[in-house]
């Protein structure tokens, strides 16, 4: 488990001053005096200094923690130069994943997570240039650029590019790009209504709330009889919730059983109740839409031997047991 926590200097130096040492009831004040050369400092100052530094009185955190999950985060990076209106915070996981998070004034909301390296690493450090929005991350043997300002990941339509809810980024020019300025996007609420501004973000219909994406077509699958078949959904948020369609009725996938950034449906034996049409599709905020489609079909029985094969192979198991 790990919580992300805001501490103001001011209230550090307040205890520094005013609490004494966790092993003395006095304001040890030589212990606390800062001085220009510290080998004129006493030799039993020293000791002291030596045996405890810690303050009796805690330095307590501005605010309930603004992040708290079950994540183990190693490193900190936080973004808050003055040309941004919202605070980002990068922080490695123990796997040597990196998250992306949104500070807010009470919460924090995890926009992206990256994965820098191919292989599980401790990441030792990472720097971000905010200019250029590069993030460098180095582990013990490589040191790596991450553009966390790529904002085409998050899809070709206006409401994906709110919805992302990263400051970086922002819908103009009917792209989801880091230029900002005069852009619409909303951090605070994701309110995708905006984008009716924007009548070419709009994508073609299939239902009420529910768009297709437009690269996705029918995959027609033939399956043999009594074998077992998975089908893939791409997830694109882990934000929103994933059904599955399917000829039986719906499934929904848990964010515990995606795997490799896909939502799995698994047919553990092809029968002809399964044939029929497979239809993925996410929901964020009210935000409905089509990722998959399959239409699966029985393949024909199998070729089975004739009498005198069967005979001949009697005859073999004969002269083989008599």
């Not at 923690?65 to 808050?80: E, Q």
């Not at 529910?210 to 690269?215: F, S």
């Not at 905020?285 to 029985?298: I, N, P």
């Not at 005198?308 to 047991?321: E, Y």
Request: hydrophobic letters at 35%.
């Amino acid at each position: 488990m790990s919580a992300v926590c805001i501490y103001t200097i001011g209230d550090i130096e307040k205890v520094f001053r005013r609490s004494p040492f966790i092993d003395s009831d006095q304001n040890d004040e030589d212990r606390k005096k800062c001085v220009s050369d510290s080998t004129k400092i006493n030799t039993e100052i020293l000791r002291r200094v030596e045996k405890v530094s810690e303050m009796k009185e805690w330095v307590k955190p501005k605010l309930a923690p603004v992040l708290f999950n079950h994540h183990n985060y190693t490193r900190i990076f936080v973004d808050a130069s003055p040309g941004n209106q919202h605070t980002v915070m990068f922080l490695s996981l123990s796997n040597g994943a990196i998250h992306k998070a949104l500070q807010m004034e009470s919460h924090s909301f995890i926009i992206a997570e990256y994965q820098p390296f191919n292989y599980s690493a401790h990441i030792f450090n990472l720097i971000l240039n905010p200019s250029t929005k590069k993030l460098y991350v180095n582990s013990q043997t490589e040191l790596v650029q991450i553009d966390v300002g790529n904002c085409g990941q998050y899809g070709n339509n206006c409401q994906e590019c709110v919805l992302s809810r990263d400051p970086y980024c922002g819908w103009k020019k009917k792209q989801c790009t880091s230029e900002t300025s005069g852009a619409l996007h909303d951090v605070v609420h994701r309110n995708r209504s905006i984008c009716l501004k924007d009548q070419a973000s709009s994508l073609p219909r299939i239902a009420k709330g529910t768009v297709r994406d437009v690269d996705n077509s029918v995959k027609r699958i033939t399956v043999p009889s009594d074998s077992s078949y998975f089908l893939r959904c791409p997830v694109s948020s882990h934000h929103a919730q994933y059904t599955w369609k399917t000829p039986e009725g719906s499934s929904s996938c848990n964010p515990q059983e995606l795997k490799d950034d896909q939502c799995l449906l698994l047919i553990d034996s092809m029968t002809l109740n399964h044939q029929g049409e497979y239809k993925c599709e996410s929901e964020e905020m009210g935000y409905q839409k089509v990722l998959a489609e399959y239409e699966l079909r029985l393949s024909s029985a199998g070729r089975t031997f004739g009498p005198t094969v069967w005979i001949f192979v009697a005859v073999v198991f004969k002269s083989v047991w008599f």
